[in-house]
């Protein structure tokens, strides 16, 4: 079975890490396929460019052999919908999949394209902080898998705003993740 990790990765970070490594020891899953995405329809700003971003997850996944990145999102020039990730991995996987998303993410599933077929079609691995509520129709899905989230109080974007204000951020990200940040001199 293979976790699917959607996400903007801007940059990719150790709760996205610590996140992954959980959701293969809890839902035993074989592999995590992170999926930057390329040009996601509810993020605008300071978002690097796809390929950068792509760069940087293959980077921070990359100590971990049962971590993949795929491209497929950062390769298309159109909109990225979860939907359409999802029928394309449905077909390589033939269903022996199961995608992880974040409850503050399942609870706003309402206002993603498509969101009936997603929660009805396909297997949701979702993150639950102890004592989060599920606050939406879909909570109580049978096709949901709960993942034990521990608090990581860590995000891309306090990462950025960091950066930006030339404060320390060195172990909120993976190593090689800090270094191609500094040499490229990301998000100044």
């Not at 009936?116 to 949901?144: K, Y």
Request: charged fraction near 25%; charge should be negative.
């Amino acid at each position: 079975m293979t976790g699917l990790f959607g996400g903007t990765f801007n940059p990719p970070h150790i709760g996205h890490m610590i996140l992954a490594e959980q959701s293969l020891h809890e839902l035993s899953l074989d592999k995590i396929i992170f999926i930057p995405s390329g040009n996601p329809p509810h993020k605008s700003g300071d978002v690097l460019g796809s390929e950068t971003r792509y760069k940087l997850t293959v980077l921070a996944s990359c100590l971990n052999p049962r971590f993949e990145v795929s491209d497929y999102e950062t390769k298309k020039e159109s909109v990225s919908y979860t939907i359409d990730m999802l029928k394309h991995f449905d077909r390589i996987l033939g269903g022996e999949m199961i995608f992880l998303l974040g409850m503050d993410a399942l609870n706003d599933l309402k206002n993603w394209k498509d969101p009936q077929s997603i929660a009805n079609n396909f297997t949701l691995g979702v993150w639950r902080r102890s004592g989060e509520p599920a606050q939406n129709e879909f909570a109580d899905n049978p096709r949901i898998k709960n993942v034990n989230a521990p608090e990581i109080p860590v995000s891309s974007s306090q990462i950025r705003k960091n950066i930006r204000e030339g404060l320390p951020y060195r172990y909120l990200v993976p190593e090689k993740v800090y270094e191609y940040i500094n040499a490229m001199e990301l998000y100044l």
